[in-house]
């Protein structure tokens, strides 16, 4: 069976489903949700015109499908994005030379993608069009062989995954039965000497919120430096933090090694903006974080986090895809990594709005109390129809 085309077109983001507005008028949002104005600590909170909101300064990209044909017909569907950059990376380079290549071969097909983009680093961009391919590829290799991509992989590790939520609407996670929540950290090191307070004054009233039996992490999203994420981290110690997370620059590996000889006795994860399994090798070898968190869709797909687990098991590590249980393709590698006991559930819908109306996955499972089981339907399970698929082109 061997690859007949490779296209990728801009998609409508498909883990945006639903919106507030709609939620508000069937009469199930109770509120706005924490994304509409919340102010979070991130890399540009040092210039002011940027700092209040960060999706004053994000890209507006579109999401990104890829669709793999095989000569028989057999198809596969992946999305990735940053839009025409990543776009053209797939139908102008990466997808004509795998024409002809046997549609199964995800291996293979991963590394001719690396190399092919070694000319301009396999990292970044390209990171992000390879991951769109490779997803599609065992989309295709699940609905030809007739089996979920997870049993393709090893099968399922346990009977179903742990999730916890991702977000400031901290009360309806735990009634959504939740029982572990992550915070976006709302204060970084460009606020000074109050965001200690300001900080701590918000993961204590978090804490006092969910009790001592709920695990709290805190996501710190690239806004600190090592002296401010030392300081804040022993400020917080009272709290009980599962982990801290995202605290730096990824690139600069020089601070991933002060800040863990800083702290020694803290969990640190990070690795949602890491590309490929090089980064997350020299991660482990220096043993800086405790958990990685490569994201599915970025990172090189199915193949690349494969490899990351592998590495994450030798060294006594663990991965936490990041966002990965908010699609399919994220819960079908969780559900099949002895390596991901936990799976993360970014909650952007509005408080009393039903977790199945925030992506457009029709197939996928959320949440229920906490656990997800995951589709058994062929391939990644999205639900997704060809006419689905076309629909979804902007």
């Known amino acids: ?90 139908n102008d380079h990466i997808g004509p030379l795998l024409e002809g290549e046997n549609a199964l071969a995800t291996e293979k097909l991963y590394d001719m993608m690396s190399r092919i983009t070694s000319p301009y680093s396999a990292s970044g961009l390209a990171s992000y069009a390879i991951s769109g391919i490779d997803l599609a590829l065992w989309d295709l290799k699940g609905n030809v062989l007739k089996l979920p991509v997870y049993e393709l992989a090893g099968g399922a590790a346990r009977d179903s995954q742990f999730c916890y939520a991702t977000g400031n609407d901290t009360d309806w996670h735990m009634e959504l039965g939740f029982k572990a929540t992550k915070l976006a950290c709302p204060y970084g090191t460009a606020d000074g000497l109050e965001a200690l307070d300001k900080n701590e004054e918000f993961v204590a009233g978090r804490r006092e919120m969910i009790g001592p039996n709920v ?47 800083r702290l020694p006795w803290m969990t640190l994860a990070t690795g949602e903006h890491w590309y490929t399994p090089y980064t997350f090798f020299e991660a482990a070898k220096d043993r800086v974080v405790d958990i990685f968190q490569a994201d599915i869709h970025w990172v090189g797909g199915f193949t690349a986090c494969q490899k990351i687990a592998s590495i994450a098991e030798a060294s006594g590590l663990e991965l936490i895809c990041h966002a990965g249980m908010n699609t399919p393709y994220g819960q079908h590698f969780t559900y099949s990594s002895t390596s991901s006991r936990w799976g993360e559930f970014f909650v952007g819908g509005a ?30 399970g999205h639900g997704l129809s060809l006419d689905a698929i076309e629909g979804m082109a902007l």
């Open 215 to 261: 695990e709290l992490m805190l996501d710190c999203w690239m806004a600190f430096d090592v002296e401010f994420a030392v300081r804040l981290a022993h400020r917080l110690r009272p709290y009980n933090l599962k982990w801290i997370e995202d605290c730096l620059i990824p690139e600069d590996h020089s601070s991933h090694r002060a800040l863990r000889e």
């Open 1 to 90: 069976m061997k690859i007949k085309s490779i296209r990728a077109f801009a998609i409508t983001n498909p883990i945006a489903g639903g919106t507030y507005e709609e939620a508000k008028q069937q009469g199930t949002a109770r509120r706005p949700p924490w994304t509409k104005d919340a102010e979070v600590a991130n890399p540009m909170s040092r210039y002011p015109r940027y700092k209040a909101l960060r999706a004053s300064w994000q890209s507006k990209f579109p999401a990104v499908g890829v669709l793999v044909t095989a000569d028989d017909g057999s198809w596969g569907f992946g999305t990735t994005g940053y839009g025409d950059p990543t776009i053209s990376l797939i």
């Open 351 to 380: 408080p009393g709005q039903p977790l199945k109306q925030t992506n457009n996955y029709p197939g996928m499972a959320v949440p229920e109390n906490g656990q997800v089981v995951v589709s058994d339907a062929p391939g990644f």
